[in-house]
Nanobody, 118 residues
C-alpha cells in the first residue's frame, strides 16, 4: 500500500522558515517525479516545486529563490525547505508523485497546514 505522509507544517511569522517533509512508503521515491502543491482557501491548487527523476527541479515564480526541494534516497523522503515566508504562502501543502509517462499524479499525501502570520 502506497502512502505519502507530510509533516512539518505549522504557524510561523513572516520572514521565518519551515521545513516540510514527505515520507513515502510502498514505493521508491527516486523512481518517481514528485511535486509539492499548495491550496489556499478560496484559491485553486497550484504547483509549488517539482523534483524529477533526473534530479532537475522546477520552482513556481512565487517561491523561486525562497523554497528548496530535496530528496533523501536512503530515507525515501523528500523535503521542502521554505525560507523568507510570506503571509501569501499560507495554504495546505501536499506532496504528490507520478511515474514516468503518467498523465497525472498518482499518489497524494493528506496535506499539512502552513500558516504565516504575525
Amino acid at each position: 500500500q502506497v502512502q505519502l505522509v507530510e509533516s512539518g507544517g505549522g504557524l510561523v511569522q513572516p520572514g521565518g522558515s519551515l521545513r516540510l517533509s514527505c515520507a513515502a512508503s510502498g514505493l521508491t521515491l527516486s523512481l518517481y517525479s514528485m511535486s509539492w502543491f499548495r491550496q489556499a482557501p478560496g484559491k485553486e491548487r497550484e504547483i509549488v516545486a517539482s523534483l524529477y527523476r533526473t534530479g532537475s527541479t522546477y520552482y513556481g515564480d512565487s517561491v523561486k529563490g525562497r523554497f528548496t526541494l530535496s530528496r533523501d534516497n536512503a530515507k525515501n523522503t523528500a523535503a521542502l525547505q521554505m525560507d523568507s515566508l510570506k503571509p501569501e504562502d499560507t495554504a495546505i501543502y501536499y506532496c504528490a508523485v507520478k511515474s514516468l509517462g503518467s498523465p497525472g499524479y498518482q499518489y497524494w499525501g493528506q496535506g499539512t497546514q502552513v500558516t504565516v502570520s504575525s
